[in-house]
């Protein structure tokens, strides 16, 4: 009858009407978890990590007001996260953490860590663009060269977000790595994934470009490439050594 089948339908459009809501919810917590912040945490975990992150924004305006102190800014988050990372697993400080604090607050502690150096990886970018603009002279219309470089952020930001829908948090933030074990569920090969073998470091990267194509800036270029070159030295020197030997199925 009428009321029943109307009763059927409204069950329907809350079920869809949750699933919308959940979705929703997973690209927000998933877009601030890439900005820096976990949101799945502890209240201490996810207090701590904000204040060091409010605490570095704010430092940043106070101490940045020029183009140098804006390209050192960038070459401290290259030594950090680049360059230290690297060094970080190739002398296996990971591993001494676990002995001098156990796996479990170990990987608490660097999680933390990773989040402020993503949030300074992301905002010194900015920064930097801010410093250096219409260096890049391009012989076509300012118009294209704003929609070439929003179509480019977008899409990076597009495949990003999937890609890091599909494999989780943990594993945008090195938790198989930070304890050298695989993760749950194994390697992922569907969406990003089954075209492009790395898409978080390949077309996920991409937003710099399009974010210095937009700032006219040639510096803001070069950047990208660095960043994107060194994220890449930081996937052959220790990510894939690290598949290879938990992840036997890896081509």
Known sequence: NCPTRLIIRLRRFQSHMSKATRTVFDIVTTVVGMSGLRLDRSALQIGATLLLIVLSFFLSLSLIANSEEALIYVVVVWCIYYAGHIIFYRVRLHH?????????????????????????????????????????????????????????????????????????????????????????????????????????YGVGNLSVYGAAIEAGSLEGLLVAILFQGSIYLFYGIVELPFIRRVYPSHD
């Open 96 to 200: 001494r953490m676990h002995h001098r604090l156990g796996r479990n607050r170990a990987w608490t502690v660097y999680e933390s860590v990773l989040g402020v150096v993503y949030f300074n990886q992301g905002w010194c970018v900015v920064i930097f663009l801010e410093h250096y603009t219409n260096s890049l002279d391009l012989p076509i219309p300012h118009l294209l060269i704003f929609l070439v470089g929003a179509i480019t952020f977008l899409i990076s930001t597009v495949a990003k977000v999937w890609a890091t829908l599909l494999v989780g948090m943990d594993v945008y933030y090195y938790r198989d790595l930070f304890l050298d074990e695989a993760g749950d569920g194994g390697l992922v090969t569907t969406g990003p994934y089954s075209i492009f073998s790395n898409p978080m």
